[in-house]
């Protein structure tokens, strides 16, 4: 495994991969790996001929009041998990390589972005997709794969892709779960031993829902899934939201493709968990 920190080479190495006629398959992260960003690599490696997996904290996804310097970090494990899952290159950018002087542009995602993640993280999917618009140039990526525990980001980041024309694929992946549901996240380490105990609830709660919603429509379905989530955790519930995706419209009618989609914050971690799938017309 080559790994690259400064911007210089990660456009170097690219642009020979292109010369070469290698496709590349790119899975951003922040780090704290986890085995859902080991399931993007995988995929990658399966299509791709090269894979590039990048961490980097960015400071511009983060609010003021939010976890930026106390995101976990251990680059050292990281290294060696990236190394023995295949990835080709790892990029490990300093913030200086990213965002070497102030910028002067600013980048506003304008649509699938007022509402869950969106509504309660002002100028988080900003802070997105400036860094990714950044990564994708230095990487040049023919894909590059996204998590669909992140389904809001996936779904922003598509709108990015065909908004700025990325000469790119933007692929989604399953949600990696551990076995009682609990999606994997790099914010699962900061659950006390009885918040670890009490978050399967929230994927039962969207598996509830999901059976549920055809029978009690959307207000009852989310009052349903409040009090399963209420009754079984010490979470406060920060959203429960039922849309069309990928647009994340509001629901009129129930067919189509349907998230149901949930944030929790616990004590010192805030957990986001959905589902997506597809009701057929009665
Ligand atoms: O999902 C993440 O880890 C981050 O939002 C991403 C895509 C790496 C951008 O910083």
Request: charged content about 25%; glycine content about 6%; hydrophobic content about 40%.
């Amino acid at each position: 495994m080559i790994i690259l920190t400064s911007a210089k080479q990660m456009i170097e190495f690219a642009r020979n991969e292109c010369k070469l006629d290698k496709t590349i398959g790119f899975v951003p992260t922040m780090g704290f790996l986890h085995e859902g960003h080991l399931s993007l690599v995988k995929r990658s490696l399966s299509e791709c001929d090269t894979t590039v997996m990048s961490i980097f904290v960015n400071p511009l996804q983060f609010g003021p009041n939010e976890d930026f310097d106390k995101y976990p970090r251990d680059l050292e494990r990281d290294t060696i998990l990236a190394r023995q899952s295949g990835v080709d290159v790892l990029f490990i950018p300093e913030a200086k390589e990213i965002y070497p002087s102030s910028l002067s542009i600013s980048m506003k995602a304008k649509q699938r972005t007022d509402v869950m993640c969106g509504a309660s993280r002002p100028g988080h999917f900003d802070g997105v997709i400036t860094v990714l618009t950044i990564l994708f140039h230095l990487v040049q990526p023919d894909r590059a794969y996204f998590g669909q525990k992140d389904a809001q980001q996936a779904a922003v980041v598509q709108g990015l892709a065909d908004s700025l024309m990325f000469p790119l694929e933007i692929v989604p992946v399953e949600t990696v779960r551990e076995e009682d549901g609990l999606a994997k996240s790099s914010r699962n380490v900061y659950l006390t031993d009885d918040e670890r105990n009490e978050a399967s609830i929230l994927y039962q709660a969207l598996m509830k829902g999901k059976i549920q919603l055809p029978a009690l429509g959307i207000e009852g379905t989310v009052k349903e899934m409040t009090e399963m989530i209420n009754s079984s955790s010490s979470g406060q519930i920060d959203y429960i939201e039922i849309l069309q995706f990928p647009d994340l419209t509001p629901v009129e009618k129930l067919r189509g493709k349907i998230i149901i989609a949930l944030a929790v914050q616990f004590e010192k971690a805030r957990l986001i968990d959905n589902v997506i799938f597809t009701l057929e017309e009665e």
